[in-house]
């Protein structure tokens, strides 16, 4: 048996002297040398030539590929015996060396002990691993998914303790350190030239299976391997810049040249589709490079499809009856498992990241500061809490902890207490949902709607993230609105609790006892219900009341240590904040507010650390971004007139109710709890200021309650005219924000007295009586907000609207925008309004764009000729405008009812109630004003948005790159 | 982190104490949570948006009457325009047709007659059927009225004419009362006429009773001018009249019937309560210098959703009769009347006559004729002019009005407007026509303003 190293070199330097010394010093010594060095331009050659001899090394250009090299190195050695190889003489090895691959000193001795234990095995490949670690595994074997990916069944940075030692056969083993019989490697034509420098050695492993060959893996024998051109480390004319590029092209073309012909129409479109798929898998996080490097690849291979189809051919002779291929590829499932470990990567790292301002902080001014810790209670068991939460499939360890138990109780009857929300429910704010998730779709993609008598207002912004949610839900419209109304108040919950705990860390190294936060989320998910805004179907302040500790947890970011995690903290913010802007567009303009306090603040406080623009330019860029996401709807809506409908909120008029009593006790009407709980949590936010300890951090609650107040008293100030009526802005945020910070003080307030209840002894009678009863009176709030919650029946949702029109009205008016129904409610003592029906009627999202809607003067005009002086012509006027029914809902006024019935165009219709009365008008149906419309500026402004969504979601993704480069 | 202090002893410390407490961070700690409850308690309650928002007048546009079928010998329909004003109107029953009208324009036609007047004239049409000792106003198709008195026997019976001035359809709804409560009708349920129809309805027939009746009659659908003939037939005595019976719009706690004429007669007083429960009606007598309870007069009950009848032919005969021009009655719950008098063979309506505020006026059928006004509230004045056929000025006259005092104004016969303005008061107007026999025109506002409601788009 002779065995001669083939040495293949290019600019290796860094690690050639202890390639060649590895070489040396095997155990069982190589039988002759061969090298190439492919126009290095170090001292690689020079270094090789003087360890193996001038005569062994020959000189390519920088142009040669892997394939080509070792094939000239093969041309050069003496021709291989010819005789058969049943005589034994079919014992000419070459044991491939990368100028990165260091050899073990007992590499080839096990590699060669491993060809007489298994003689079948033509390729043999050591066990890789990481150079300079030595310690970490890289390959031991490898196989290649369904998906193209380079599959080695090792975890990442897995450190080798023997658990991979068992020899087997396997696909293919890397070219470093392969040992392969030359007569095979010669008969296989060596590796393809299309795969110039990564790849090669899983398509030559797949063709050696496919033609009956066995490769196999000897784990005894160990390679340390730089991996310098995978890693970047190593640039050549071969690899460029993009080695993701040339990585990603080289497995597509393996799969489609290498796949049976049956399954290859399949992978073509699977490859083509996993790889878009990859692409914004890799723009998610933010690898633009790679995604470029991914379509490229990608764009690459399918360009030329006859490379595949020559390839294919030449692999087509060669294919042996007893192909083991298939059983060595990878499991089908594969891809997916990893798919679903990226996907939970992210999602983990994205619930991670916020809570670990407090942390950073802490560490960064430990590192600055290094002051002896002063421990109140240990880390360890808040981090156990924390642990537990985000990794809650421990059940036992679940049911254990009573916190955990408790919050899950919370959840449960938060649940049950929402009930009425499974199924439709409608009635207060909240509009019957169409019928349709496309009906929410084209509402955000037209530019002029068929409601009334056409309007260009546009659709809420909360009408984008509805229409997506029905279409993940399978086109339910209604499963949008129960999942928010029985969602919001568990998640707004959830939302405080991580707040508390961050705000906590953030005040005080001390930990809040967790009880407290506990108190602190119960108390304030139930606000939504508590206030009355869930009674109302107010689902505006519902939605905004779940967002916005998740907003101010996103907006702590801004405090980062770390200029990228700032960064990152604005995009969070602008998504939430635009998030929230989309149900009460209050929000937004609450957060320009507030930081313009902040930074005007800290401009007088410390003008030195504004000087940073990694420090003024998160926030600042992050409420800029909010009108971007929203640009469909703020633009139109500032340039239609409608700029009132920023000072509103979602859902339909006449909006909230709120008082002075409202806003101390966080009551938006009458449909809230008993007002008494709200006094005992403002009394609890007052007395959070005594004690001294925590005084600094409650003023600043209390600061923000008072920027909160003045805009609550400004706003109440002001009257919006909209054509139905004259209404005052939402005040609904301005409770719940209320309603936040106190639970915030209250909860940061409470360190010193619940001490007072703990260490007893050391404090007087009548202060641990004090604190004992604010302790009692506390936990009132929320077991008295949630028991209200669940036996109150006094809201006012209903399963379905009560019909106004007659049922053969509604089915008439579906068949087109021109059949509207004209609704004329009142009479003439008291006034008249009307109302026009089209389509399935006024559905949730079109409510806000008709309570904004100009008056149709003309139209308004022929309604006022029709219950006053009524002619044909006004009925020609009504078909004009498409209208085909006009119903007067009980009770009719009878003197608008006698003009009606006396004018000529309008025909007696009938109504199931007698008191209704109907009227068809019995002219030629026009659509011309009402129709729908899409213009291109909407157009432009969807495209902007639908980017800027896509932008900002990426920038806002947690960093994966790190870990995965670890 | 430090703790609250423990209260220490001595009035030094303590003032030490406390301005060490009342650091700038304490100020704040107080005053910044005042700020915020001050700056909350300026937020008012939301006042409630109005929902009543009344209708603005507007001249009217378009005004039709309805003329009932002609009775014997009252085939003449006087029209004529309140203001003088002249132009083309158009009658859309019995026939499609232009009428010149210049002045008064008396026009001879037996069946329903539906005029139509549009933009000027519309605000002053009027129209009168008229002869022989009938006479009716041609009124405005009205939602809502009642015909109080109603006899559905052979010597008393009552007719309900319908007429649907219009192309399409109506629906009337008759409520018929009796003594014993509502009587069921089915004929008279959910009554449709067609379009340019008159329907009739012999209450003798539909529901035969000797008791007095009153029928609300409630147009659900469409227009429909409404009258209801009267006719007493004293079988015996061989005396036999007809007259129409007017309507009164609604019913009221507080009611002038003017018109007794100066004949002594059998006279019927007819009350009808639409309520709930029983209403007391106490009876007085009008006259021009007084309104008083006549000394036997009791006070009459009527039952909830009932008719009553009183006889009143003993009370108001002779000397206590004499000068009176009306009755008043004062209801403890609205409640409809009527005073049917059959006086020398003629039958004559008194009816609950509508409050006027500020003018009225009448096409005065030919004839002699009086005015009566009563039941002004406060001090005031009506003016009346009476004008010809050709529109020149015959009467006029400036009255003071007096509360309990009644006025009875003979106008001249060649009279055929007459324009009456109320100032200052209230009052009960109507037209006492004949002889021969008498008749008796209940006068109403005149609708010279068309409403338009204030119309605007819905909230929800």
Same mark, same amino acid.
């Given at each position: 048996?002779?065995?001669?190293?083939?040495?293949?070199?290019?600019?290796?330097?860094?690690? %050639?002297?202890?390639?060649?010394?590895? !070489?040396?010093?095997?155990?069982?010594?190589?039988?002759?040398?061969?090298?190439?060095?492919?126009?290095?331009?170090?001292?690689?050659?020079?270094?090789?030539?003087?360890?193996?001899?001038?005569?062994?090394?020959?000189?390519?250009?920088?142009?040669?590929?892997?394939?080509?090299?070792?094939?000239? =190195?093969?041309?050069?050695?003496?021709?291989?015996?010819? #005789?058969?190889?049943?005589?034994?003489?079919?014992?000419?090895?070459?044991?491939?060396?990368?100028?990165?691959?260091?050899?073990?000193?007992?590499?080839?001795?096990?590699?060669?002990?491993?060809?007489?234990?298994?003689?079948?095995?033509?390729?043999?490949?050591?066990?890789?691993?990481?150079?300079?670690?030595?310690?970490?595994?890289?390959?031991?074997?490898?196989?290649?998914?369904?998906?193209?990916?380079?599959?080695?069944?090792?975890?990442?940075?897995?450190?080798?303790?023997?658990?991979?030692?068992?020899?087997?056969?396997?696909?293919?083993?890397?070219?470093?350190?392969?040992?392969?019989?030359?007569?095979?490697?010669?008969?296989?034509?060596?590796?393809?030239?299309?795969?110039?420098?990564?790849?090669?050695?899983?398509?030559?492993?797949?063709?050696?299976?496919?033609?009956?060959?066995?490769?196999?893996?000897?784990?005894?024998?160990?390679?340390?391997?730089? #991996?310098?051109?995978?890693?970047?480390?190593?640039?050549?004319?071969?690899?460029?810049?993009?080695?993701?590029?040339?990585?990603?092209?080289?497995?597509?073309?393996?799969?489609?040249?290498?796949?049976?012909?049956?399954?290859?129409?399949?992978?073509?479109?699977?490859?083509?589709?996993?790889?878009? %798929?990859?692409?914004?898998?890799?723009?998610?996080?933010?690898?633009?490079?790679? =995604?470029?490097?991914?379509?490229?690849?990608?764009?690459?291979?399918?360009?030329?499809?006859?490379?595949?189809?020559?390839?294919?051919?030449?692999?087509?002779?060669?294919?042996?009856?007893?192909?083991?291929?298939?059983?060595?590829?990878?499991?089908?499932?594969?891809?997916?498992?990893?798919?679903?470990?990226?996907?939970?990567?992210?999602?983990?790292?994205?619930?991670?990241?916020?809570?670990?301002?407090?942390?950073?902080?802490?560490?960064?001014?430990?590192?600055?500061?290094?002051?002896?810790?002063?421990?109140?209670?240990?880390?360890?068991?808040?981090?156990?809490?924390?642990?537990?939460?985000?990794?809650?499939?421990?059940?036992?360890?679940?049911?254990?902890?009573?916190?955990?138990?408790? %919050?899950?109780?919370?959840?449960?009857?938060?649940?049950?207490?929402?009930?009425?929300?499974?199924?439709?429910?409608?009635?207060?704010?909240?509009?019957?949902?169409?019928?349709?998730?496309?009906?929410?779709?084209?509402?955000?993609?037209?530019?002029?709607?068929?409601?009334?008598?056409?309007?260009?207002?546009?659709?809420? =912004?909360?009408?984008?993230?509805?229409?997506?949610?029905?279409?993940?839900?399978?086109?339910?419209?209604?499963?949008?609105?129960?999942?928010?109304?029985?969602?919001?108040?568990?998640?707004?919950?959830?939302?405080?609790?991580?707040?508390?705990?961050?705000?906590?860390?953030?005040?005080?190294?001390?930990?809040?006892?967790?009880?407290?936060?506990?108190?602190?989320? *119960?108390? $304030?998910?139930?606000?939504?219900?508590?206030?009355?805004?869930?009674?109302?179907?107010?689902?505006?302040?519902?939605?905004?009341?779940?967002?916005?500790?998740?907003?101010? &947890?996103?907006?702590?970011?801004?405090? @980062?240590?770390?200029?990228?995690?700032?960064?990152?903290?604005?995009?969070?913010?602008?998504?939430?904040?635009?998030?929230?802007?989309?149900?009460?567009?209050?929000?937004?303009?609450?957060?320009?507010?507030?930081?313009?306090?902040?930074?005007?603040?800290?401009?007088?406080?410390?003008?030195?650390?504004?000087?940073?623009?990694?420090?003024?330019?998160?926030?600042?860029?992050?409420?800029?971004?909010?009108?971007?996401?929203?640009?469909?709807?703020?633009?139109?809506?500032?340039?239609?007139?409608?700029?009132?409908?920023?000072?509103?909120?979602?859902?339909?008029?006449?909006?909230?109710?709120?008082?002075?009593?409202?806003?101390?006790?966080?009551?938006?009407?009458?449909?809230?709890?008993?007002?008494?709980?709200?006094?005992?949590?403002?009394? &609890?936010?007052?007395?959070?200021?005594?004690?001294?300890?925590?005084?600094?951090?409650?003023?600043?609650?209390?600061?923000?309650?008072?920027?909160?107040?003045?805009?609550?008293?400004?706003?109440?100030?002001?009257?919006?005219?909209?054509?139905?009526?004259?209404?005052?802005?939402?005040?609904?945020?301005?409770?719940?924000?209320?309603?936040?910070?106190?639970?915030?003080?209250?909860?940061?307030?409470?360190?010193?007295?619940?001490?007072?209840?703990?260490?007893?002894?050391?404090?007087?009678?009548?202060?641990?009586?004090?604190?004992?009863?604010?302790?009692?009176?506390?936990?009132?709030?929320?077991?008295?907000?949630?028991?209200?919650?669940?036996?109150?029946?006094?809201?006012?949702?209903?399963?379905?609207?009560?019909?106004? *029109?007659?049922? $053969?009205?509604?089915?008439?008016?579906?068949?087109?925008?021109?059949?509207?129904?004209?609704?004329?409610?009142?009479? !003439?003592?008291?006034?008249?309004? $009307?109302?026009?029906?089209?389509? @399935?009627?006024?559905?949730?999202?079109?409510?806000?764009?008709?309570?904004?809607?100009?008056?149709?003067?003309?139209?308004?005009?022929?309604?006022?000729?029709?219950?006053?002086?009524?002619?044909?012509?006004?009925?020609?006027?009504?078909? @004009?405008?498409?209208?085909?029914?006009?119903?007067?809902?009980?009770?009719?006024?009878?003197?608008?009812?006698?003009?009606?019935?006396?004018?000529?165009?309008?025909?007696?219709?009938?109504?199931?109630?007698?008191?209704?009365?109907?009227?068809?008008?019995?002219?030629?149906? #026009?659509?011309?004003?009402?129709?729908?419309?899409?213009?291109?500026?909407?157009?432009?402004?969807?495209?902007?948005?639908?980017?800027?969504? &896509?932008?900002?979601?990426?920038?806002?993704?947690?960093?994966?790159?790190?870990?995965?480069?670890? | 982190?430090?703790?609250?202090?423990?209260?220490?002893?001595?009035?030094?410390?303590?003032?030490?104490?406390?301005?060490?407490?009342?650091?700038?961070?304490?100020?704040?700690?107080?005053?910044?949570?005042?700020?915020?409850?001050?700056?909350?308690?300026?937020?008012?309650?939301?006042?409630?948006?109005?929902?009543?928002?009344?209708?603005?007048?507007?001249?009217?546009?378009?005004? +039709?009457?309805?003329?009932?079928?002609?009775?014997?010998?009252?085939?003449?329909?006087?029209?004529? /325009?309140?203001?003088?004003?002249?132009?083309?109107?158009?009658?859309?029953?019995?026939?499609?047709?232009?009428?010149?009208? /210049?002045?008064?324009?008396?026009?001879?036609?037996?069946?329903?007659?539906?005029?139509?007047?549009?933009?000027?004239?519309?605000?002053?049409?009027?129209?009168?059927?008229?002869? /022989?000792?009938?006479?009716?106003?041609?009124?405005?198709?009205?939602?809502?009225?009642?015909? +109080?008195?109603?006899?559905?026997?052979?010597?008393?019976?009552?007719?309900?004419?319908?007429?649907?001035?219009?192309?399409?359809?109506?629906?009337?709804?008759?409520?018929?009362?009796?003594?014993?409560?509502?009587?069921?009708?089915?004929?008279?349920?959910?009554?449709?006429?067609?379009?340019?129809?008159?329907?009739?309805?012999?209450?003798?027939?539909?529901?035969?009773?000797?008791?007095?009746?009153?029928?609300?009659?409630?147009?659900?659908?469409?227009?429909?001018?409404?009258?209801?003939?009267?006719?007493?037939?004293?079988?015996?005595?061989?005396?036999?009249?007809?007259?129409?019976?007017?309507?009164?719009?609604?019913?009221?706690?507080?009611?002038?019937?003017l018109g007794l004429g100066g004949?002594?007669?059998?006279?019927?007083?007819?009350?009808?309560?639409?309520?709930?429960?029983?209403?007391?009606?106490?009876?007085?007598?009008?006259?021009?210098?007084?309104?008083?309870?006549?000394?036997?007069?009791?006070?009459?009950?009527?039952?909830?959703?009932?008719?009553?009848?009183? /006889?009143?032919?003993?009370?108001?005969?002779?000397?206590?009769?004499?000068?009176?021009i009306?009755?008043?009655?004062?209801? +403890?719950?609205?409640?409809?009347?009527?005073?049917?008098?059959?006086?020398?063979?003629?039958?004559?309506?008194?009816?609950?006559?509508?409050?006027?505020?500020?003018?009225?006026?009448?096409?005065l059928?030919?004839g002699p004729s009086r005015l009566l006004i009563?039941?002004?509230?406060?001090?005031?004045?009506? +003016?009346?002019?009476?004008?010809?056929?050709?529109?020149?000025?015959?009467?006029?006259?400036?009255?003071?009005?007096?509360?309990?005092?009644?006025a009875r104004i003979k106008l001249p016969s060649?009279g055929?407007?007459l324009?009456?303005?109320?100032?200052?008061?209230?009052?009960?107007a109507s037209v006492e026509v004949g002889p021969?026999?008498l008749?008796v025109l209940?006068?109403?506002?005149?609708?010279?303003?068309?409403?338009?409601?204030?119309?605007?788009?819905?909230?929800?």
């Amino acid at each position: 048996m002779t065995v001669t190293a083939l040495l293949v070199s290019h600019d290796g330097e860094r690690w %050639l002297p202890a390639v060649l010394a590895g !070489v040396a010093a095997q155990n069982r010594p190589v039988d002759a040398v061969v090298a190439v060095d492919t126009g290095s331009r170090d001292e690689s050659r020079t270094l090789v030539e003087a360890a193996w001899g001038a005569e062994n090394v020959h000189a390519l250009d920088g142009s040669t590929t892997f394939p080509q090299a070792v094939r000239a =190195a093969l041309a050069t050695l003496p021709p291989t015996s010819t #005789e058969a190889p049943e005589a034994g003489l079919d014992d000419e090895w070459i044991w491939l060396l990368h100028d990165d691959a260091n050899p073990d000193p007992d590499a080839l001795l096990a590699l060669t002990l491993a060809i007489e234990e298994y003689p079948d095995a033509d390729v043999l490949g050591p066990k890789l691993r990481e150079w300079p670690s030595l310690r970490r595994l890289l390959e031991v074997g490898l196989t290649i998914t369904g998906t193209g990916h380079r599959e080695t069944g090792l975890e990442r940075g897995e450190y080798d303790q023997g658990q991979h030692d068992e020899p087997r056969q396997v696909l293919a083993v890397n070219t470093a350190g392969m040992l392969v019989r030359r007569r095979v490697l010669e008969e296989l034509g060596g590796f393809d030239d299309e795969l110039p420098m990564f790849g090669n050695d899983i398509d030559f492993g797949w063709r050696a299976a496919q033609a009956g060959r066995t490769t196999m893996v000897i784990p005894q024998a160990v390679v340390f391997h730089a #991996e310098a051109a995978h890693r970047g480390v190593r640039r050549t004319p071969l690899t460029g810049r993009h080695t993701h590029f040339q990585e990603r092209r080289a497995a597509l073309f393996t799969m489609l040249v290498n796949a049976s012909g049956r399954a290859l129409p399949w992978q073509v479109v699977r490859l083509f589709l996993g790889s878009l %798929l990859r692409v914004l898998g890799f723009l998610v996080v933010r690898s633009v490079g790679e =995604a470029l490097d991914e379509l490229a690849a990608v764009l690459s291979v399918y360009s030329r499809p006859r490379a595949v189809l020559a390839g294919r051919r030449a692999r087509a002779g060669r294919r042996g009856e007893a192909s083991s291929a298939r059983s060595l590829l990878a499991p089908a499932w594969l891809p997916y498992r990893h798919g679903l470990d990226f996907l939970t990567d992210l999602a983990t790292a994205a619930t991670n990241q916020a809570s670990d301002v407090a942390e950073r902080r802490r560490a960064a001014k430990l590192a600055d500061a290094a002051p002896p810790p002063t421990s109140g209670r240990s880390r360890a068991s808040v981090d156990e809490e924390e642990e537990l939460l985000q990794d809650s499939g421990i059940v036992a360890r679940f049911a254990t902890n009573p916190v955990a138990m408790v %919050l899950l109780l919370f959840v449960v009857l938060a649940v049950v207490a929402a009930r009425p929300a499974f199924g439709t429910i409608t009635g207060g704010a909240l509009s019957q949902v169409p019928a349709d998730a496309a009906d929410w779709w084209r509402l955000h993609v037209e530019s002029r709607h068929p409601l009334g008598t056409g309007t260009d207002v546009p659709a809420p =912004a909360y009408v984008l993230p509805f229409a997506a949610l029905a279409t993940i839900l399978g086109g339910s419209t209604g499963a949008v609105i129960s999942s928010l109304m029985l969602l919001a108040i568990p998640f707004g919950a959830w939302g405080a609790w991580r707040l508390l705990r961050v705000v906590g860390h953030l005040v005080d190294t001390r930990d809040l006892p967790r009880w407290l936060h506990v108190w602190g989320a *119960v108390t $304030y998910g139930l606000v939504p219900a508590t206030s009355g805004a869930w009674g109302e179907g107010r689902f505006g302040t519902v939605a905004v009341a779940a967002l916005l500790p998740w907003t101010a &947890l996103a907006a702590l970011g801004f405090a @980062d240590p770390e200029r990228d995690r700032r960064w990152r903290a604005a995009w969070r913010t602008a998504l939430l904040v635009a998030l929230g802007a989309a149900f009460v567009p209050g929000v937004w303009l609450f957060a320009l507010l507030v930081a313009a306090i902040v930074l005007g603040a800290a401009a007088f406080v410390a003008p030195r650390v504004l000087r940073d623009r990694d420090v003024w330019g998160p926030p600042v860029a992050g409420l800029l971004a909010v009108p971007v996401l929203l640009a469909p709807w703020l633009l139109p809506l500032v340039t239609t007139g409608s700029a009132p409908g920023l000072l509103l909120e979602a859902g339909r008029l006449p909006g909230d109710r709120v008082d002075f009593l409202g806003l101390v006790t966080g009551r938006l009407g009458d449909l809230g709890a008993p007002w008494w709980l709200g006094v005992l949590l403002a009394v &609890l936010a007052v007395l959070a200021l005594v004690p001294r300890s925590t005084r600094v951090p409650v003023i600043v609650c209390w600061l923000v309650a008072l920027a909160a107040a003045i805009v609550a008293a400004v706003l109440g100030l002001v009257r919006l005219s909209l054509p139905a009526t004259e209404t005052r802005p939402s005040l609904g945020l301005f409770v719940v924000i209320l309603q936040g910070v106190a639970v915030i003080a209250t909860v940061l307030g409470a360190e010193a007295y619940l001490r007072r209840l703990h260490d007893g002894a050391a404090h007087p009678l009548w202060q641990r009586a004090v604190a004992a009863l604010l302790a009692v009176g506390a936990a009132v709030v929320p077991l008295g907000g949630l028991g209200w919650w669940l036996v109150n029946q006094d809201d006012a949702l209903t399963r379905t609207e009560q019909a106004v *029109v007659p049922a $053969y009205m509604e089915q008439s008016s579906q068949l087109g925008v021109e059949h509207g129904v004209l609704v004329i409610r009142g009479s !003439v003592d008291d006034g008249v309004d $009307y109302r026009v029906r089209r389509g @399935d009627g006024i559905t949730l999202g079109e409510d806000e764009i008709l309570s904004l809607a100009d008056v149709d003067r003309d139209f308004d005009a022929a309604v006022r000729a029709l219950v006053s002086a009524p002619t044909s012509a006004v009925a020609k006027t009504l078909g @004009d405008a498409g209208i085909e029914y006009v119903v007067l809902p009980s009770p009719a006024d009878g003197t608008v009812a006698a003009g009606l019935d006396a004018t000529a165009g309008l025909v007696q219709a009938s109504a199931e109630d007698r008191s209704t009365r109907a009227w068809k008008v019995d002219r030629p149906l #026009e659509a011309a004003g009402v129709e729908s419309r899409t213009s291109a500026l909407r157009v432009v402004l969807l495209v902007v948005q639908g980017l800027a969504i &896509l932008v900002v979601l990426v920038l806002a993704a947690p960093t994966l790159r790190k870990a995965r480069d670890e | 982190m430090s703790e609250t202090p423990e209260p220490t002893p001595g009035r030094r410390s303590a003032a030490r104490s406390l301005s060490r407490r009342l650091g700038p961070i304490e100020l704040v700690a107080i005053v910044v949570p005042l700020l915020t409850v001050a700056a909350l308690a300026l937020v008012r309650p939301v006042d409630d948006a109005t929902t009543v928002h009344p209708p603005t007048d507007v001249a009217l546009e378009r005004t +039709t009457l309805v003329c009932p079928t002609a009775l014997a010998g009252a085939k003449t329909v006087s029209l004529a /325009d309140a203001d003088g004003a002249s132009g083309d109107v158009t009658t859309r029953l019995p026939d499609e047709d232009t009428i010149a009208l /210049d002045g008064t324009k008396r026009v001879g036609k037996s069946a329903a007659v539906a005029v139509q007047a549009t933009e000027d004239l519309a605000s002053g049409l009027l129209g009168t059927r008229y002869g /022989d000792g009938v006479a009716t106003s041609c009124r405005a198709p009205q939602p809502d009225q009642w015909f +109080t008195g109603v006899g559905a026997a052979p010597e008393h019976s009552s007719t309900l004419e319908v007429t649907n001035p219009d192309g399409g359809p109506a629906v009337a709804d008759v409520t018929v009362l009796g003594p014993d409560g509502p009587v069921d009708v089915p004929a008279l349920r959910g009554v449709t006429v067609p379009g340019g129809r008159t329907l009739r309805f012999d209450l003798a027939e539909v529901v035969p009773t000797r008791d007095e009746l009153a029928l609300q009659v409630h147009v659900s659908r469409g227009r429909l001018g409404v009258d209801v003939v009267d006719q007493v037939d004293e079988l015996g005595r061989g005396a036999r009249s007809e007259d129409w019976l007017p309507s009164q719009a609604e019913a009221g706690t507080a009611a002038y019937l003017l018109g007794l004429g100066g004949k002594p007669g059998d006279r019927t007083l007819v009350l009808a309560n639409p309520g709930d429960s029983e209403a007391r009606v106490q009876v007085k007598v009008v006259t021009k210098e007084s309104e008083f309870a006549l000394a036997d007069a009791e006070e009459v009950r009527v039952s909830p959703g009932s008719t009553e009848a009183v /006889d009143l032919t003993d009370l108001l005969e002779g000397r206590a009769g004499r000068g009176v021009i009306g009755l008043r009655l004062d209801a +403890t719950l609205p409640v409809t009347a009527t005073l049917r008098t059959l006086a020398g063979g003629d039958l004559s309506h008194a009816v609950a006559g509508a409050p006027l505020a500020s003018r009225t006026a009448l096409a005065l059928p030919g004839g002699p004729s009086r005015l009566l006004i009563a039941g002004a509230d406060n001090a005031g004045v009506a +003016t009346y002019v009476v004008t010809d056929a050709q529109g020149d000025q015959v009467a006029d006259e400036r009255v003071e009005l007096t509360p309990g005092e009644a006025a009875r104004i003979k106008l001249p016969s060649k009279g055929a407007v007459l324009d009456l303005t109320i100032q200052r008061t209230g009052a009960v107007a109507s037209v006492e026509v004949g002889p021969p026999g008498l008749a008796v025109l209940p006068l109403s506002e005149l609708v010279v303003d068309g409403r338009v409601p204030d119309v605007r788009p819905a909230l929800r």
